[in-house]
């Protein structure tokens, strides 16, 4: 109706005022945190402000006048879009936390709230994805306290009738004829709870928590030394290495990195088939050291992805032991660093590891 008026006329530059003064009072919602959206009573999308479309990750020219299930296709599955619904059908308002799955996979959390209006609903969200995360990693590693200290009880344990035992078979190797089939046997005994020895260093070096005491290391020179290891966890496949952080220090341990890169080699070998390729990087960003691990594997599919940090989580059946990618995350974080893992079906695998520069100690 506005648009119709003859311009120039008195009521007119009323309206036009009127309109202007609309308008600029609409875009106040442009600069709000928390995004605000409109959806008629035929789900289609009647007004978004800016953080509403950015919440949605589109821009908002693309949404408006569209149906909801048409910009997002699934969502009539999800449980927002079930509670929008029924908003519409009672006008009973709603609050909740929601972790939203777009339909790439990608999954975010907003705190949402959904109001009836009388053309239809409101939707007030709030992106609450990096608290939800944060929350998530303190679970995380409380969990792997908690198990950490089970752990170590269990291998303190276990090392002590390990210890008993190959003391005992040495006392009876001592007392037999070397080459005689008892000793024999008894040297598959000690070979075994050797092995059993060797076992428990590694469930000990995973529950070992809380400071450890690190000197400031050359990174690129300490990978360099493990690469001949590493080639062997590869094997039958291509392992490429870049290391491109000459000279930057980070405050870790040999033996922390020969496990970190020992899981991560692994699991890339595990993921790819013979004649696959896996790259070690390094390279330095703003105030931190990054360590690659690529491989063009099988890759993961995002139910994989949110649960490979949890201890004995494996998809592996009985070959996996599920503590690998738990071991690195504990000592990464042990070392002030942060781990990332970017993965998809089919697309290969990259695990990104941040370690803090550190001055070289003089
Ligand atoms: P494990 O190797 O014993 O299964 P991890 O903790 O090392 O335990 O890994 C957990 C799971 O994460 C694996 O079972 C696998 O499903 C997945 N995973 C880890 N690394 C990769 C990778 N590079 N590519 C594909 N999947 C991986
Ligand atoms: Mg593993």
Request: glycine content about 10%; aromatic content about 4%.
């Given at each position: 109706?506005?648009?119709?008026?003859?311009?120039g006329?008195?009521?007119?530059d009323e309206?036009?005022e009127?309109?202007?003064m609309?308008?600029?009072?609409?875009?106040v919602?442009?600069?709000m945190?928390?995004?605000l959206q409109?959806?008629?009573?035929?789900?289609?999308?009647?007004?978004?402000?800016?953080?509403?479309?950015?919440h949605?990750?589109?821009?908002?020219e693309?949404?408006l006048g569209?149906a909801?299930?048409?910009?997002?296709?699934?969502?009539?599955?999800t449980?927002v879009?079930?509670?929008?619904?029924?908003?519409?059908?009672?006008?009973a308002?709603n609050?909740?936390?929601?972790?939203f799955?777009f339909?790439?996979?990608?999954k975010?959390?907003?705190?949402?709230?959904?109001?009836?209006?009388?053309?239809?609903?409101?939707?007030?969200s709030?992106?609450?994805d990096d608290?939800?995360?944060l929350?998530?990693?303190?679970?995380?590693?409380k969990?792997?306290?908690a198990?950490?200290r089970?752990?170590s009880?269990i291998?303190h344990?276990f090392?002590?009738i390990?210890?008993?035992?190959?003391v005992g078979?040495?006392?009876a190797?001592?007392?037999?004829?070397?080459?005689?089939?008892?000793?024999?046997s008894?040297?598959?005994?000690?070979?075994?709870?050797?092995?059993?020895?060797s076992?428990?260093?590694?469930?000990?070096e995973f529950?070992?928590?809380?400071?450890?005491?690190?000197?400031?290391l050359?990174?690129?020179?300490?990978?360099?030394?493990?690469?001949?290891?590493?080639?062997?966890?590869?094997?039958?496949?291509?392992?490429?290495?870049?290391?491109d952080?000459?000279?930057?220090?980070?405050?870790a341990?040999a033996?922390?990195?020969?496990?970190i890169?020992?899981?991560?080699?692994?699991?890339?070998?595990?993921?790819t088939?013979p004649?696959g390729?896996?790259?070690?990087?390094?390279?330095?960003v703003?105030?931190?050291?990054e360590?690659?691990?690529?491989?063009?594997?099988?890759?993961?599919?995002?139910?994989v992805?949110e649960?490979?940090f949890?201890?004995?989580?494996?998809?592996?059946?009985?070959h996996?032991?599920?503590?690998g990618?738990?071991?690195?995350?504990?000592?990464?974080?042990q070392?002030g660093?942060?781990?990332?893992?970017g993965?998809a079906?089919?697309e290969?695998t990259r695990?990104?590891?941040?370690?803090?520069?550190v001055?070289?100690?003089g």
């Amino acid at each position: 109706m506005l648009t119709s008026c003859v311009p120039g006329g008195g009521v007119d530059d009323e309206l036009r005022e009127e309109l202007e003064m609309l308008r600029q009072r609409i875009a106040v919602f442009d600069h709000m945190r928390e995004g605000l959206q409109v959806v008629d009573r035929k789900l289609r999308y009647k007004y978004l402000n800016l953080a509403a479309a950015s919440h949605g990750m589109r821009p908002r020219e693309e949404l408006l006048g569209h149906a909801m299930v048409e910009m997002y296709p699934g969502i009539e599955n999800t449980e927002v879009f079930q509670h929008i619904v029924t908003c519409l059908e009672t006008g009973a308002p709603n609050a909740m936390e929601n972790l939203f799955e777009f339909p790439d996979g990608q999954k975010k959390w907003f705190d949402l709230r959904i109001q009836a209006v009388p053309a239809g609903v409101i939707v007030l969200s709030v992106d609450i994805d990096d608290r939800k995360r944060l929350e998530e990693e303190v679970r995380r590693a409380k969990k792997l306290e908690a198990l950490g200290r089970l752990a170590s009880e269990i291998a303190h344990d276990f090392g002590n009738i390990l210890s008993a035992i190959l003391v005992g078979v040495d006392v009876a190797l001592f007392s037999l004829p070397e080459d005689g089939p008892e000793a024999e046997s008894l040297r598959m005994v000690r070979d075994a709870a050797e092995r059993g020895t060797s076992s428990l260093e590694h469930l000990l070096e995973f529950a070992r928590g809380g400071a450890v005491d690190l000197a400031p290391l050359e990174l690129d020179t300490s990978l360099e030394r493990l690469v001949p290891m590493l080639r062997g966890l590869a094997e039958g496949r291509f392992l490429g290495v870049g290391l491109d952080a000459c000279g930057a220090h980070v405050r870790a341990d040999a033996t922390f990195l020969d496990r970190i890169l020992s899981n991560l080699v692994a699991n890339a070998h595990d993921a790819t088939e013979p004649g696959g390729r896996i790259t070690l990087e390094t390279r330095v960003v703003l105030g931190a050291v990054e360590i690659h691990v690529t491989d063009d594997g099988c890759g993961m599919d995002v139910d994989v992805r949110e649960h490979v940090f949890e201890p004995f989580f494996t998809t592996k059946g009985d070959h996996g032991t599920g503590l690998g990618l738990a071991t690195v995350y504990g000592l990464v974080k042990q070392l002030g660093g942060n781990v990332e893992i970017g993965s998809a079906p089919g697309e290969g695998t990259r695990v990104v590891i941040t370690l803090p520069l550190v001055e070289p100690e003089g």
